[in-house]
């Protein structure tokens, strides 16, 4: 029966809940199996690296799970300059990654104007694609860095279960961060989405329906992490996700999503020693380094002990090209556009 659902070409919610809820070791390897088959077919052996950068660690939402929220007083807060900004998207593209992610908590500083400088310098100093991960901004602010050069926009829905998204961010409707997704793929952009894993009181079907609603929304990138509990947040007695049901969440979502970037996340290697490796043979095929300079790097603590957070971010790139070599992967030297669109960008 595992060989017909692994097999067919369109699962039902019943269906991946069985896949989720394998827990004999030989049946969850044949699920990873199955998903690194069709990763393979659908992506190839190269895996895309995506350089973020942590622009700054102030956000005015409260999202409860989070180390960077609002009401968090004990993080010391930091906002890079445009100038190093640039410097260090510059320095990425020299180290042959090319895609530069602009992260950071909902800071309005970030203005329409500040934003679109940034893409444009970047643009003309380095050939990358633009990935923006500012959280929710207005359509008109979406609308003016598409028309700036940004390439894609990364917003998670964090679950899709509409009573927990409210209880997890207050302020925030799950029917409103799903607009914003659909109106940010109307006017061009690649969009990433995705969710969290193990988060306090989500159930099997829950994540179930998170990968069936990444389908609905038809995403470029799919992207699913363990939840990590963090101290001085309300959610900082919950047990983390476990990487176990996070490696199947994303073995499931290779299987239902086809032809989608689903990346081996930094939260998955923080909970998980070879947490990449095991992303990347479970349907992963991108890997999203931290490259934000030191001082800043360590102060973006969405949760605790993030997996290289002290390291020198040349360093541990090397490092990283080193293991995903070690797995006979080969690192892209493309943008890693979407999958979904029928051209590439060449460097
Ligand atoms: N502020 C932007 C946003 O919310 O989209 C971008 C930065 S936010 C820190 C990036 C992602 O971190 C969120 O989408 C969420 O999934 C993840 N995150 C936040 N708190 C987390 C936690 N405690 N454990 C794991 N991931 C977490
Ligand atoms: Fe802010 Fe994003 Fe963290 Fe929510 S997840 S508190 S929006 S940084």
Redesign the pocket.
């Known amino acids: 029966m595992l060989d017909d659902i692994l097999n067919k070409e369109d699962l039902s919610k019943e269906e991946i809940i069985t896949l989720l809820s394998l827990d004999n070791k030989n049946d969850q390897q044949k699920l990873f199996d199955r998903a690194n088959e069709l990763r393979l077919l659908y992506c190839g052996e190269e895996v895309h690296l995506r350089g973020i950068i942590e622009i700054s660690?102030i956000?005015?939402?409260?999202?409860v799970?989070?180390?960077?929220?609002?009401d968090n007083k004990k993080l010391e807060r930091y906002r890079m300059t445009p100038e190093e900004i640039i410097e260090t998207a510059k320095n990425i593209s020299n180290l042959g990654i090319f895609t530069i992610v602009l992260q950071?908590?909902?800071d309005c500083h970030f203005d329409s104007d500040i934003i679109s400088y940034l893409i444009y310098q970047i643009k003309q100093k380095a050939n990358v694609a633009i990935t923006l991960s500012l959280?929710?901004r207005t359509f008109e602010e979406y609308r003016t860095w598409k028309i700036a050069g940004a390439d894609r926009y990364l917003l998670k829905h964090?679950t899709a279960n509409k009573l927990l998204y409210e209880k997890y961010?207050f302020k925030q409707q799950l029917s409103e961060r799903l607009e914003h997704l659909k109106f940010l793929k109307s006017i061009g952009y690649q969009i990433g989405s995705g969710s969290m894993i193990g988060l306090p009181m989500q159930t099997i079907e829950d994540i179930a329906d998170d990968i069936l609603l990444c389908k609905t929304l038809d995403l470029d990138m799919a992207a699913f992490g363990p939840f990590i509990s963090s101290p001085d947040t309300p959610y900082q007695n919950f047990n983390s996700g476990s990487a176990e049901l996070t490696l199947k969440t994303m073995a499931v979502a290779r299987i239902v999503l086809k032809k989608v970037h689903i990346p081996a996340t930094t939260a998955l290697d923080t909970i998980d020693s070879i947490g990449r490796e095991k992303g990347l043979s479970a349907g992963a095929n991108v890997v999203m380094p931290d490259l934000t300079p030191f001082p800043y790097r360590s102060n973006y603590q969405?949760y605790p002990n993030k997996r290289g957070s002290l390291d020198d971010p040349t360093v541990s790139t090397a490092s990283l090209q080193k293991r995903i070599e070690a797995l006979g992967r080969k690192i892209s030297s493309k943008r890693g556009d979407s999958l979904k669109m029928d051209f590439e960008h060449t460097v």
């Open positions: 660690n956000c005015e939402q409260n999202c799970y989070c180390g960077l929220r609002a950071s908590g909902e959280g929710e964090e961010h969405i």
